[in-house]
Nanobody
Framework: QVRLEESGGGLVQPGDSLRLSCAGS????????MGWFRQIPGKDREFVAI????????AYADSVQGRFIISRDNPKDMMYLEMKNLKPEDTAVYYC??????????????????WGQGTQVTVSS
């Protein structure tokens, strides 16, 4: 089984920083393009950031460009999302995502093969 598990969410104030982690198991982590998505109540799940299987390429949503950094550590089967200067509009459930080996990371923008269960991030003063 391919399993993804997020951690690191919590309650923070505007301007704070937070790091989310995604741990993989039952799969070859280095073969999979991956990404982060988020969903707030009443809205569709939206793209945040994606990363190629090797970590050599990344892409970000305009709303987080310059504030968030996606990275991965393949030998540790880990992916991260470093979030800086958090804003109230960043409040959402954040999901780790991956697609099957051989797919380009851009395919995550159309469909996702594997999802984590999500972790809540709340930004409030």
């Amino acid at each position: 089984q391919v399993r993804l598990e997020e951690s690191g969410g919590g309650l923070v104030q505007p301007g704070d920083s937070l790091r989310l982690s995604c741990a993989g198991s039952g799969w070859l982590f280095s073969n999979l393009p991956m990404g982060w998505f988020r969903q707030i109540p009443g809205k569709d799940r939206e793209f945040v950031a994606i990363i190629s299987y090797s970590g050599g390429s990344t892409a970000y949503a305009d709303s987080v460009q310059g504030r968030f950094i996606i990275s991965r550590d393949n030998p540790k089967d880990m992916m991260y999302l470093e979030m800086k200067n958090l804003k109230p509009e960043d409040t959402a459930v954040y999901y780790c995502a991956a697609n099957a080996r051989g797919k380009d990371m851009s395919t995550l923008l159309r469909s996702v093969d594997y999802w984590g269960q999500g972790t809540q991030v709340t930004v409030s003063s």
